[in-house]
């Protein structure tokens, strides 16, 4: 079945402890992005991938990073989690084709909390 | 970025159309118009896109003004499941850069009732 994955679906953690949000694509995708959803403040883009080794900031990247290392995956890298980043954050791919694929396809979420 | 302005909130009746519009008068020629659904406590599914022409799919129809200045996706026949909020978003065709981005707006709450 075509999916992203995210792992974890539930974290809890305190101030400063360095955590990974793990993403993971199966449909060969090239485009993969981040994106954080708050009461108010709707879907905003953290970070976003176009291809392996390339990356760039998103409207709200502060206290975030990411990598590509690899067409499948793109982690979140929260270094020094602070309890403003507590939020509802989703990945997702897609292609630059103009087919079908050219939609994104998103991950079920990650519901972080900072305390 | 072209924006789109769509209604805070609309209700439907179950089994019934539902017809949500879309303004998006700055568009440019290169802009593919993308909706997408978000169900309570899920990730935003992509429904349907389209450039000039209308199109159908199993999710749902999408049809565009001539001028492309607005659309309209339609739900055939809602369903207390359709219940979502709606995202009418403008997507270049020019991939680079931050071009091919997904920008969320407020969308439509879209309320079904039985």
């Known amino acids: 079945e075509a999916q992203v994955t995210q792992n974890p679906r539930y974290l809890i953690t305190v101030t400063g402890k360095k955590l990974t949000v793990t993403c993971s694509q199966n449909?060969?995708?090239?485009?993969m992005s981040w994106y954080r959803q708050d009461p108010g403040l709707g879907l905003r883009q953290i970070y976003y991938?176009?291809?392996?080794?390339?990356?760039d900031k998103g409207d709200v990247p502060e206290g975030y990073k990411v990598s590509r290392k690899e067409k499948r995956n793109f982690p979140l890298i929260l270094e020094s989690p602070s309890p403003n980043q507590t939020s509802l954050y989703f990945c997702?791919?897609?292609?630059?084709?103009?087919?079908?694929?050219?939609?994104?396809?998103f991950g079920s979420g990650t519901r972080l909390t900072v305390v | 970025d072209a924006k789109t302005t769509q209604p805070n909130s609309m209700e439907s009746n179950e089994e019934e159309p539902v017809h949500l519009p879309c303004n998006h008068s700055?568009?440019?020629?290169?802009?593919?118009i993308h909706w997408y659904r978000q169900l309570p406590s899920q990730g935003p599914e992509y429904v349907i896109h389209?450039?000039?022409s209308n199109v159908n799919n199993r999710m749902a129809s999408l049809a565009i003004a001539e001028d492309r200045k607005s659309s309209t996706l339609i739900l055939h026949r809602a369903t207390l499941r359709d219940a979502a909020v709606y995202y009418c978003?403008?997507?270049?065709?020019?991939?680079?850069?931050?071009?091919?981005?997904?920008?969320f707006g407020k969308g439509t709450k879209l309320s079904v009732k039985p």
């Open positions: 997702a791919s897609s292609s630059p084709s103009t087919g079908t694929a050219y939609g994104y396809t």
């Open positions: 991938s176009m291809n392996v080794e390339v990356t």
């Open positions: 449909m060969n995708h090239e485009y």
């Open positions: 389209g450039l000039t």
């Open positions: 700055t568009i440019s020629g290169t802009d593919y």
């Open positions: 978003i403008l997507r270049s065709l020019n991939y680079g850069g931050s071009q091919g981005n997904l920008i």
